[in-house]
């Protein structure tokens, strides 16, 4: 017998639902949460963010993947344009609206996933009597323009324009050998600083008068770390220009522009870059660079690693680099028990938790800590690297406070009043809610020690 019986929502939905395969549901990957144990600078700012992608050629460049690795000097070298895509996040009006859902591809190059943040596609720009600094960020090998995209949405929210980049021969669907990144990398973050810096100027852009690339800081994780570092003064050593066999090899004569202290690498130097931010840096642990060769680095950096990084290295690797850029002032923050991934990577998106028969491992694992949240390290990094900007490209020196710090977190004493003002003998880590600094370790250093 059928009744004829109103249905409900809640019916509705799951008969709904039922019919729906499973593999058309799009999952909510959030890259805007915020935990309730984060520190305070973590929060987001209260600029509306707006996000756009751009798409750039940079011509006549060095064709690394065909050209042949024991090349003679004076052998002509392949060229080619090379395509690089770029997310921007920026300042946009209040009263914008708009979907906030990007669309992006995870670790196997393939699925398209949703990333759900506060964002709202083709914004309008907000409108500034005093233009925004530039953030550039470049991803690790592989990756995307989008795996730091929880950070990048964050910080635009503070007041930056935040450009992260695609490269070329190094993204989920693009990836190649990683030749092309040792060799490109810098010279994409310096070309993507001069394409926004025209941008700036030209009246039919929506940066035009909204971007101040004069004062520009770079994000890099992994290989986008290894780039920074050349970026800004940290030059190779003749081994790295001289290996041939391996995986961290390149074609001969393509690595001799970044030699450190060689003319060609010292024309290389752009006063527009102010300071840096480096995630687990390549190089370090390989002998790309060496005690004498970070001395070159010209800007204030804050490293931020795992103490067990067993990519890139942690006291041979990010710890070594960090005690030896000597030349600037420099902060090390540790997450204790961290691998590779720490800080840097988004939280894998629902989808990725599956095995990938053509990578051989769970898709998840591209992004996860084994100890570690991601959402967890996100809100941490992005705290710290608010306090950094601020006073770097925004010469806010109160946010010094932040690394004026008890090394050891767990050392930290928490003593305030009814208040919540702080103790003379109060020396829990600022900005961090009681019982929530735990496992972490911060080291600062001046220029010349």
Known sequence: MMINKPMTRCALTLLVASCIPFSALRAENRIDTIRADAPELA?????TVGVRQLDFIHKNQIDILNTDMNRK????????DRPLTVEVWYPAQANSSGSRVLKAYMRDGKTLVDLHG??????????????????????????????????????????????????????????????????????????????ISQ????????????????????IGYSMGGYGTVVTVGGGLTQYALDQREGLFSTP?????????????????????????????????????????TTKGIRVPMFFIAGSEDDVVGYEEGV?????????????????????????????????ANVMSPDLGFNLSMHYLDPVWDNVRMNNISTHFITAWLGEYLKQDVAMSSYFDLVPVSNDGKWSKDKNGMDKPDNTYWKGFPNRSASGLKLESLKAGS
């Open 73 to 80: 000097e004076g052998d002509a070298f392949p060229y080619y």
């Open 43 to 47: 929060a987001y700012g209260e600029q």
């Open 252 to 292: 001969k004569g393509t690595l001799d522009q970044y030699l450190s202290g060689s003319k060609e690498y010292l024309a290389l130097s752009d006063k527009r870059i102010k300071t840096a931010v480096t995630f687990a840096p390549a190089g370090m642990k390989r002998h790309f660079m060496d005690s004498n």
């Open 199 to 218: 941008l700036a100027k030209d009246k039919t852009s929506f940066l035009y008068n909204l971007v101040d690339a004069d004062n520009t800081g770079i």
């Open 319 to 351: 710890r070594a680099l960090w005690k030896s850029a000597s030349g600037v002032d420099r902060s090390l923050l540790t997450f204790e028990y961290a691998n590779h991934n720490a800080g840097a990577p988004m939280a894998p998106p629902k989808e």
């Open 118 to 195: 506060k964002a709202i596609l083709g914004a309008k720009p907000a409108s500034t009597k005093q233009a925004f600094p530039l953030v550039i960020m470049s991803h690790g090998y592989p990756g995307n323009r989008f795996l730091m995209s929880p950070i990048a949405e964050n910080i635009a929210s503070k007041g930056y324009v935040v450009v992260s980049i695609d490269h070329t021969d190094s993204t989920y669907s693009t990836l190649s050998k990683v030749s092309s990144s040792l060799v490109n990398r810098t010279k994409d973050q310096l070309f993507v600083l001069d394409q």
